[in-house]
């Protein structure tokens, strides 16, 4: 007679194994969402003062995310860097490169 506990037991192991890994990966998106929020305050505080009533109007209408937050505060300083590049007299192509950012953006 075969003894079918050892199998069992591989079986039970694994899906800990599997719930571990995927408490691993709420830890993680937790961790990540602290960080966004600390760099979203951090934006809003210095290089985005000016904007934040421009900001706080967007935020409202979104799903009031720090990731939400965090891309509207890009899509600003893309904007403002924009118009500085367009105001630099350089060889450098920047709306080649803001453009690709924006794509880059879009695709999150």
Known sequence: MRN???????TVLSKIKEIDNLIQILENIKQQEEEIKSIA????????KAHKNEIKK???HSKNTYKE???ICIKILLD?????????K???????KIKKLEEKLAEI
């Open 4 to 10: 079918i506990f050892p199998s069992l037991e591989e």
């Open 80 to 88: 403002e860097t924009r118009k500085q590049g367009q105001v630099a």
């Open 58 to 60: 967007y935020y409202l």
């Open 69 to 71: 937050l965090l891309l």
């Open 90 to 96: 350089s060889n450098i192509d920047f709306e080649t």
């Open 41 to 48: 305050s951090k934006l809003l505080n210095s290089k985005l």
